[in-house]
């Protein structure tokens, strides 16, 4: 069986950074490694960047924003494809497969927007449990700095609020699952790629 590592974290946390680091680090070490995300390239997920991601401008219904709970119907979809297609054969063939998002960040932003918590853990409950996961934590303002979001001031201190919510809530999520492990994403590329490199070192050894 093969290893399932996650990155989380805000937007503009360091994850795809990351990501790309702990793929070439252990196919150095010879490791065969998948690297995917969430939302995905299959049609579920270019349908979830049009509906969700440009702020519902292009909902289903002449442009009305879509609910949330569509929003994590659509997520958890994209995911149960992502499971059957992609991970679970990828592991069964041995292979170590890093997911740039999976279904923490569901947990984390659609309970930020005002989902039950347990509602949502039992819609992911077909998604099959990483070995570790890399909880990507810094502060708001230093993610806002890092993706320059550029919106205008009313949007921006609504995405900030979002965003402060979602970091809480990833915070929280950490202390009930375990497979959760915080890494510091203050540090430049290379102390946060060394934190990494440490929890993915202690995994591999068990
Ligand atoms: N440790 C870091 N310190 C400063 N900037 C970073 C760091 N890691 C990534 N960045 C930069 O921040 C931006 C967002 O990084 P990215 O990896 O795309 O984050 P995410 O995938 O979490 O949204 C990119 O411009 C990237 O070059
Ligand atoms: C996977 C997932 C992402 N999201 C959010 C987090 C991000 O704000 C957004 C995905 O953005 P992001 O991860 O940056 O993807 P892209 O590279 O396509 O921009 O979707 C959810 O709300 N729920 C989920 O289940």
Known sequence: MGIFIVLEGIDGAGKSTQAKLLKLWLEERGYEVVLTKEPTDTPFGKLIR?????????????????????????FAADRAEHVDKLIKPALESGKVVISDRYFYSSLAYQWARGLDLEWLIDLNRFAIRPDL???????????????????????????????????ENYLKLAERFPEIKI?????????VHRQIVALVEALLEK
């Open 50 to 74: 049009k509906l969700v991601l440009t702020g519902g401008r292009e909902g289903i219904i002449d442009g009305a924003k879509i609910s949330h709970e569509a929003e994590a119907l659509l």
């Open 183 to 191: 890494v510091n994403a203050l540090e430049d590329v290379d102390g």
């Open 133 to 167: 996961v890399l909880l990507l934590d810094l502060p708001v303002k230093e993610s806002m700095k890092r993706i320059r979001t550029r919106s205008i001031k009313t949007e921006f201190d609504k995405i900030v609020e979002l965003q402060k919510k979602v970091r």
